[in-house]
């Protein structure tokens, strides 16, 4: 598409305001918005922002990174192609951008960029990675200034279905105008819980379009008075929300995945995910509040260890569909939440992999059982907090190699902001304060 017919577009649908879109190392999404005058220009040519945004914690303390202060500029130069009218926002559209240097060379920090490098690198193999995220989220009601959610029913209840019929066809709905693909819905166990999976897409796309689709759900709920959060624990005590990713490797129209089975080059980079999980938490779960989801019992993968349809296992094999084996068979990364930038989640993810098949790993022998329950000591717990899994991603050579030396140490001195700021605070006080951020 270009920047005159998306103009047109905005004409047609009459649009007054066209948002910018990134989504921060924080996992928050940001965005600034072009008028309709000019907007054929911002089109071309994006929208300045100070680089400090760039080092803006989740909580919009600017760290002190060297050159992310109040001098200098980047440009959000949108990818014209990830253009949708908001059915959730009115006379609104969207698209996703990049962070460029002034000489139009993309910055070192820019996420999305990563990702594209990531793509790169594999199409260099031939090899495309489709992925699908699986959004968990808590839909509650603000009553007299309290959190309350929308059901106390149980897991796939029709209870808890019909309590949120009306949200769930309005976000089936917006998702539909937006072109993005709704595979399931339910009501899942904790109080208030949702779940929709959406269909997969080449990892670029996968990436824009979670951030499209975490949009929505927060967009639909507040457009019926309601709060959608997907904090990975909006309740200290409920189920937690997982943001979990699907993905396969994929040769033209073949599924490199599966040869019957299981394949060599599935094993290796599933042996190259695991391997490298303790530090790519630090990217798939990178919120402080995302080690109280990650522990045992929770369904949420908190031992370095895969299965086949094991749901305590963080990288599962999930059974595929009958007579569309090949279409569907995928893995599941569940160590992986929705205060994650997906653009970082996926090529930390891609990184990972392609490590495992460089180096040809084995990931050993499947978890048959909950690993909760196999012998001290057969299997290791992942680390249990954000301090821990950012130190395991700065040890990390294959990770820190792919994301650049200043990616790395601007997202690990933001990250651990984070920590310093929720240190000692009560668990209920960080939830409630995470509740409101994704
Ligand atoms: N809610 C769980 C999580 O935090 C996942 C439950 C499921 O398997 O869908 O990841
Ligand atoms: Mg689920």
Redesign the pocket.
């Known amino acids: 598409m270009t920047a005159k017919e998306i103009a047109r577009r905005a004409d047609e649908a009459g649009l007054r305001l066209v948002r910018f879109l990134w989504c921060g190392n924080d996992g928050t999404v940001r965005a600034k918005a072009s008028a309709r005058h000019g907007l054929e220009g911002r089109l071309e040519r994006g929208i300045g922002v100070t680089v400090a945004m760039q080092a803006m914690n989740g909580l919009d303390q600017l760290q002190p990174v060297p050159d992310m202060g109040p001098v200098g500029e980047y440009r959000l130069v949108p990818d014209l192609e990830t253009f949708r009218e908001l059915p959730y926002a009115p006379r609104s559209g969207a698209l996703l951008t990049d962070h460029l240097n002034l000489d139009g060379t993309p910055a070192a920090v820019c996420q999305r960029s990563f990702l594209k490098r990531m793509e790169a690198t594999l199409a260099e193999r031939g090899l495309v990675l489709e992925a699908a995220f ?1 959004n ?1 989220f808590s839909l509650a009601a603000r009553v007299a200034g309290a959190y309350v959610p929308v059901d106390s029913g149980l897991c796939f209840s029709t209870i808890a279905m019909t309590a949120s019929q009306d949200f769930a066809d309005a976000l089936a709905g917006a998702l539909e105008a937006q072109g993005i693909v709704l595979e399931q819905y339910y009501a ?3 109080h208030g ?1 949702q ?1 929709i999976s959406t269909g997969h897409a080449p990892a670029l796309r996968a990436a824009d379009e979670q951030v499209l689709v975490r949009e929505t759900i927060r967009g639909v709920a507040s457009s019926l008075g309601l709060v959608a959060s997907l904090a ?2 909006p309740w200290p005590d409920n ?6 990713v699907h993905f396969s490797l994929w040769e033209g129209e073949r599924n490199r995945f599966y040869d019957g089975g299981l394949s060599e080059l599935a094993r290796a980079f599933i042996a190259g995910v695991l391997a490298h999980l303790p530090g790519l938490c630090g990217l798939t779960a990178p919120s402080f509040n995302s080690y109280r ?2 522990v045992p019992r ?4 908190a031992y370095t260890c895969w299965g086949l349809d094991n ?1 305590e296992a963080p990288v599962r094999v999930a059974s595929p569909y009958w007579n569309r084996e090949e279409g569907s068979y995928n893995v599941e990364l ?2 992986c ?1 929705s205060s994650s930038n997906p653009h970082l989640a996926l090529a930390g993810t891609i990184a990972a992999g392609l490590d495992g098949i460089a180096r040809r790993v084995e990931p050993g022998e499947p978890a048959t059982i909950d690993p909760a329950k196999l012998p001290e000591g057969s299997v290791e717990r992942l680390p249990a907090s954000l301090e821990a899994v950012l130190a395991l991603l700065e040890s990390d050579e294959a990770l820190t190699r792919a994301m650049g030396a200043e990616m790395t140490s601007t997202y690990l001195r933001f990250k651990r902001s984070e920590i310093d700021a929720y240190a000692g605070a009560d668990p209920e006080q960080v939830a409630a304060e995470h509740r409101y951020k994704f």
């Open positions: 699986e968990e899942e166990l904790g819980q779940e990975p624990k189920a937690g929300n997982g943001g979990h989801r990650i929770y369904w949420a993968g749901r569940k160590a939440d």
